[in-house]
């Protein structure tokens, strides 16, 4: 059984920075790989990036360059730096953990961007 806790989210104006984190806990005793997915109500939901346990990064398209996936194995923790916020990254951000071959989900938090 594993849990992931999400937090960071909130309202900032176009061209801020928030931080978001990601923290497993529970019976982990290997994960495999931690990322960020988004949605938009009437949209499908799309990952915006990935890490490997190793460290290998992948990011979509539209937040090459701006978005920056970091983790901290002791901590079975991961972030999203986030800077220069569009208003088209309002969404809500879902952490996505897969854990010794399996794949957890968090709860999701709101990030909120005005022009």
């Known amino acids: 059984q594993v849990q992931l806790v999400e937090s960071g989210g909130g309202s900032v104006q176009a061209g801020g920075s928030l931080r978001l984190s990601c923290a497993a806990s529970g019976r982990v005793f290997s994960i495999n790989s931690m990322s960020w997915y988004r949605q938009v109500p009437g949209k499908q939901r799309e990952l915006v990036a990935r890490?490997?346990?190793?460290?290998?990064?992948n990011y979509a398209d539209s937040v090459k360059g701006r978005f920056t996936i970091s983790g901290d194995n002791a901590k079975n923790t991961v972030y999203l730096q986030m800077n220069s916020l569009k208003p088209e990254d309002t969404a809500v951000y879902y952490c996505r953990a897969r854990v010794d071959g399996y794949v957890y989900w968090g709860q999701g938090t709101q990030v909120t961007v005005s022009s």
């Open positions: 890490i490997t346990n190793g460290g290998s990064t």
